[in-house]
């Protein structure tokens, strides 16, 4: 028997014409919400709050799923203490804030990685019926703008039964896919607020190690994906003295500011979008939300087309910097789940891998320190254990750096694998990792 979803309430909307929005309260905009609905929302610090409340707070509704990539602020569908029962949450990307939810079984994940987002709405595989946004107001010419957030919204609207939009002139106004015309939206809600911040991860003297071997590796004039986090940030202090980098990333956060001041960051030598900087999403500062007001220099774009490994790999050097959670012996990377508890999703890594390796001069490149706990578990594993998850497969794996040095995987044996691997790893777990290698007959016994 095939089982399937059917996009039961939502329409493509084609059809829709020009009528300007009703500006409304957010009580009545969730009152539009019917029982069984997808509602699919703007992510990181663009969630439509005072939508998500006023749908939280009705008590007449059922079996109702909110959907988004990872979030925060004040999210009431994940507020354990008083987490209304109508709403279930879906995450493309699970927050840390609904980790322990997903745990007692109260929110679920999609499997998906960021690149097939637009064919899955297309087909009804992902349903949005409603989606909810914050944005600004519309300008004279009636363009509002999606801000710091745009990923899987584009495609998520035009499936939209309704689309409602949070507009804050607080807003920071970007251009590209993140402008949406007025008449896209059905209702509107003032608000007064600017997209939540998230601080910088602290630096440390282990990221600032593992940063420079990282370093090594990228040359002149490579086109960069970059994550966030302490190493990430050590990487991008490290390239200040690199030349004509260019920017092709799901996300950016607060390094990108740093690198354009300081004349890095110029793009002259993408194949695509030259001289721009490309992202889908962002995670930072306030710094970073001005430093994206009006830039012309930042071109954004839906995730599933910054993610497209074709076009990744048309980039010469594309360079791709990623952390993960655990390697085992054979290269088989695991950036989602702890101990068979997930804590994340596949996001984009996938697709970076396939578009790294599409490049001519590419790099895919795992960097993370070698243990975790305080040196109490290793991060290079025999094996991922059961439960854990394979983010990216083996055969995908170039690079996995640790503040012990670099692994080239690239056209090695599962032996030569596993020595080079281990030969990264803490001195301490490198004897208890041979015995496993040898055991499965993937190292020579010494």
Not at 32 to 49: I, Y
Not at 148 to 165: K, M, N, T, W
Not at 375 to 404: D, F, K, W
Request: hydrophobic fraction near 40%.
């Amino acid at each position: 028997m095939l089982f399937h979803r059917e996009p039961h309430l939502s329409r493509a909307r084609l059809d829709r014409g020009t009528e300007p929005p009703i500006w409304n309260t957010p009580a009545f905009a969730a009152s539009l919400v019917r029982s069984g609905d997808r509602v699919v929302t703007s992510g990181c610090g663009a969630a439509p709050l005072e939508f998500l409340a006023a749908l939280s707070a009705r008590r007449d509704l059922e079996a109702v799923y909110v959907s988004h990539a990872t979030a925060w602020g004040p999210l009431p569908h994940l507020a354990e203490a008083a987490r209304p029962t109508h709403l279930r949450f879906e995450a493309y990307f699970l927050p840390a804030t609904a980790r322990s939810l997903h745990r007692a079984g109260e929110v679920d994940h999609i499997p998906l990685t960021f690149a097939q987002m637009e064919t899955m709405y297309d087909c009804g595989s992902l349903l949005a019926d409603v989606v909810a946004v914050t944005c600004s107001p519309p300008d004279e010419d009636g363009i509002c703008s999606l801000g710091p957030f745009v990923s899987y919204l584009p495609a998520a609207i035009r499936r939209a039964r309704l689309v409602i939009g949070e507009c804050s002139r607080q807003w920071p106004r970007t251009g590209d896919a993140a402008r949406v015309h007025v008449s896209t939206f059905d209702h509107l809600i003032e608000v007064s607020r600017r997209p939540f911040t998230s601080a910088p991860t602290a630096a440390n003297s282990e990221a600032a190690q593992i940063a420079r071997h990282v370093i090594e590796l990228v040359p002149d004039g490579a086109t960069i994906q970059i994550g966030r986090g302490a190493i990430p940030n050590a990487v991008a202090r490290g390239l200040a003295d690199r030349r004509d980098l260019g920017v092709h990333s799901e996300m950016i956060s607060d390094w990108v500011v740093d690198l354009t001041e300081a004349g890095v960051l110029t793009g002259s030598r993408k194949t695509n979008y030259r001289g721009r900087i490309v992202t889908s999403f962002m995670d930072g500062t306030d710094r970073l939300y001005q430093f994206a007001d009006g830039n012309e220099a930042l071109c954004m774009l839906p995730i599933y087309e910054v993610n497209d490994p074709f076009r990744v790999g048309e980039e010469r050097n594309f360079i791709a910097i990623n952390s993960a959670v655990e390697v085992d012996l054979g290269g088989q990377i695991n950036a989602e789940s702890i101990g068979g508890n997930l804590i994340s999703g596949s996001g984009g890594l996938l697709d970076f891998a396939l578009g790294a390796g599409r490049s001519r001069g590419g790099k895919f490149i795992i960097a993370m320190s070698s243990t975790a706990k305080g040196g109490r578990l290793s991060r290079i594993v025999a094996s991922i254990p059961p439960g854990g998850t394979v983010t990216v497969p083996r055969s995908l794996t170039h690079y996995v750096i640790t503040e012990h040095g670099i692994a080239d995987l690239r056209g090695c044996t599962l032996k030569e694998r596993a020595r080079r691997l281990i030969a990264i790893a803490d001195p301490c777990y490198r004897d208890e990792l041979g015995r496993a290698a040898a055991g499965a007959g993937t190292q020579d016994a010494k």
